[in-house]
């Protein structure tokens, strides 16, 4: 009868969560609220499900699932080290310390008691998740509002990216902090050295195998073993395998989840989609709403019990700290628009929600805490659309592009989806030739905004000639040498047929602004894309969302 009820309210909760999020779409609410308000209803409301031993195993599973998939669709580490350096990246790291001191400052009981009774590491991980800021709802805002392809959309976009990062290993490191605790490992130094160290050898590891290791197995054993659905099973196997090393290796699993996705989120977009068949239909089917709906299930009036003080202190003190710490940290660094970009990372998305059930599972924070959270996050993720789209109509628009060379790596995840090569390539477009003298080509062939040039002789690819080479060759022999003599002929290239977004990663990687294509089999060649088109059709992308 045990396992009767269990199937009965897991059934129960997954039909009436996919149910409420077909009428929630209908006003333009968020999945999300619809599964949490799932659980509310056949929860506390009505008293049809409760949250028991059984279902806590599913959405156990759940929570590595739904960090996986963050991992994948958010994390931009590529992104990340590309900005290292700048103003932006500054402005985003200023925003992020100021902004989690003052969290820190309402959590840890410094400002005012509110007797939280938590310690330092669990105080930062509620401030870590009160200061996070959401990609996935930028991303979206953006391209609601037509402004992904403006340089301060990219800014905003590359600030939230660089906040998201930061804070999710913040917070990562204090549930695994916290986690170690409670096996008898005492908070010193050379605990938060060694955790440290876990941590970076772990994602090290993770990063290798997933990226060099597990696509190649997977390949081979397609060739090998004809097996249905063999590649979800590995990669679903995998996963629970990396978080059961993660916990091992002294992290919650959750944070394995997560560098498992990030991990695989390097992969070209056609590997990660041949590799993945099923994962996402699971995900958003079953896992997704059972763990969100599960969350309601939590959701109590409890908070209702807390002293005023401390349900005001923690839902205004950290909003405009964040906010402060965002406009103070664009002015200091002199961004263009600080208003938006401040606006931008205000975003809340449901990695906030999901980190709060983990915490609240491992005894870090009590269930009125918890509700009222959870509460304040839904408040985020139905206001800050709003305010980040009131920043940019103030801003009005603008004809300028971002330069190539700015556009995130990450962001053809969010327009670029399924767009193939050859709805970018032109055909007609003419090449020089390997026989033009650099004279020759500096005169007649320079374009605005490219730097990269693909020769051409005769109808076959000779190779690329970089604007940087030309650096390297006195210009008294620009009359006299041939381009064949400058050109880089070992380049990579690009089918009709490839994704638009492996072509970029490729550029990426390569450090080209163009890309030659190739038929795969004859090795014609065909014509070439530069990121300047991929750019524009993001903007078309864009456009047709809007």
Not at 280 to 297: D, I, M
């Amino acid at each position: 009868m045990e396992l009767h009820g269990a199937l009965f309210s897991v059934g129960l909760l997954i039909v009436v969560a996919k149910l409420l999020e077909g009428v929630f779409k209908r006003f333009r609410l968020n999945s999300i609220i619809a599964y949490a308000t799932t659980g509310v209803v056949l929860g506390p409301v009505t008293g049809l499900v409760h949250a028991g031993d059984d279902i806590e195993i599913v959405l156990s599973i759940g929570i590595f699932v739904f960090f996986f998939l963050i991992g994948l669709d958010e994390l931009d580490i590529r992104g990340f080290l590309q900005a290292m350096r700048g103003r932006l990246f500054f402005a985003a790291l200023l925003s992020v310390v100021m902004s989690l001191l003052v969290s820190l400052a309402v959590t840890a009981d410094v400002l005012i008691d509110l007797q939280l009774d938590l310690s330092f590491v669990e105080a930062l991980g509620l401030a870590g998740v009160l200061s996070l800021s959401s990609l996935g709802v930028v991303a979206k805002v953006l391209i609601d509002e037509g402004r992904l392809r403006e340089p301060v959309g990219v800014q905003i976009f590359s600030a939230a990216a660089i906040a998201e990062l930061m804070l999710l290993f913040v917070v990562g490191f204090a549930i695994s902090e916290h986690f170690a605790s409670e096996h008898g490992h005492t908070l010193d130094p050379f605990t938060v050295a060694q955790l440290a160290v876990q941590i970076i050898v772990f994602s090290l590891l993770t990063w290798f195998v997933s990226t060099r290791i597990l696509p190649r197995i997977i390949f081979l054993l397609h060739h090998v073993l004809l097996v249905p659905q063999l590649s979800f099973g590995l990669l679903l196997g995998g996963l629970f395998l990396v978080v059961v090393g993660a916990e091992h290796a002294g992290l919650h699993g959750s944070l394995g989840a997560l560098l498992f996705g990030a991990a695989l989120a390097a992969l070209p977009y056609q590997v990660r989609r041949d590799i993945m068949p099923g994962m996402r239909g699971t995900a958003e089917g079953f896992f997704v709403p059972l763990f969100f709906a599960s969350a309601g299930l939590h959701l109590s009036l409890d908070f209702l019990q807390l002293p005023l003080a401390t349900i005001l202190v923690l839902t205004l003190v950290p909003l405009a700290g964040k906010f402060a710490a965002a406009l103070l940290s664009a002015w200091v660094t002199r961004l263009e628009a600080p208003l938006a970009i401040a606006s931008g990372l205000m975003a809340k998305g449901v990695a906030e929600i999901a980190l709060l059930l983990v915490l609240f599972q491992s005894g870090v924070i009590d269930q009125g805490i918890f509700s009222l959270m959870v509460l304040l996050m839904f408040a985020y993720i139905l206001a800050s659309p709003f305010g980040i789209g009131a920043a940019l109509r103030r801003l009005g628009h603008t004809e300028e592009a971002a330069a190539p060379g700015e556009l995130p790596p990450s962001m053809g995840r969010f327009a670029l989806e399924g767009v193939r090569v050859r709805d970018v390539l032109d055909r007609s477009r003419m090449h020089p030739e390997p026989s033009l003298t650099v004279r020759r080509f500096v005169q007649s062939w320079l374009l605005p905004d490219q730097h990269d040039y693909v020769v051409v002789a005769k109808g076959r690819l000779a190779g690329i000639v970089s604007l940087s080479m030309l650096r390297y060759l006195p210009q008294g022999e620009w009359e006299e040498t041939p381009l064949e003599r400058v050109l880089r002929a070992d380049v990579p290239r690009a089918g009709a047929d490839d994704l638009v977004e492996d072509a970029l990663q490729q550029m990426t990687e390569s450090r080209l602004t163009t890309l030659p294509v190739t038929d795969p089999r004859t090795g014609e060649f065909i014509g070439s894309i530069s990121s300047h088109e991929i750019l524009e059709m993001v903007v078309l992308a864009v456009q047709g969302r809007g």
